[in-house]
């Protein structure tokens, strides 16, 4: 799931820079959802612009924590949440080492454009409906295993 998610991500990151390339921003549900190409240094929500070597350390070691962890499980759902967030941070950490201005620096393409929120893409929608789906395992009590921590009641 995590490879059809990241090739769609790098995908319609390619079609947005040849599309959207030396355009503004591109009305589709009039001023309430558009297209415009940006190119974010940072993380989520432009923040970090002047830390986008750290970015790009902390975002591989989190693919390697979440293919670490990945190895224990045993429940669908955290199977698919854990899905989504390595989709999410490697669909972006490939932006770093191959996009301008160069290795380790590269900025992440963002085109999802909503008035009045930051400007995102298929990789950060991935990590928060992974958010998402692990708050709620974690909130059912749902381990990793698939097993159900016991209540104190």
Do not use: Y
Not at 33 to 59: C, D, I, K
């Amino acid at each position: 799931m995590a490879v059809c998610l990241i090739a769609i991500d790098q995908w319609v990151k390619e079609l947005s820079i040849e599309k959207l390339s030396g355009e503004g921003r591109v009305e589709l549900l009039g001023d309430w959802f558009g297209l415009q190409l940006v190119r974010n240094p940072g993380a989520a929500f432009s923040m970090g612009t002047s830390f986008t070597e750290v970015l790009s350390v902390v975002a591989t070691i989190a693919a390697v924590v979440v293919i670490w962890l990945s190895f224990k499980v045993r429940s669908t759902m955290w199977a698919v949440g854990l899905g989504f967030l390595l989709a999410g941070v490697v669909g972006n950490l490939i932006d770093r080492p191959t996009r301008e201005p160069g290795f380790g620096r590269g900025h992440v393409i963002d085109m999802f454009a909503f008035p009045n929120f930051p400007i995102f893409n298929v990789a950060d929608i991935c990590i928060n409906v992974a958010a998402a789906i692990i708050i709620i395992q974690a909130l059912r009590g749902i381990r990793l295993d698939g097993t159900r921590e016991e209540s104190d009641d």
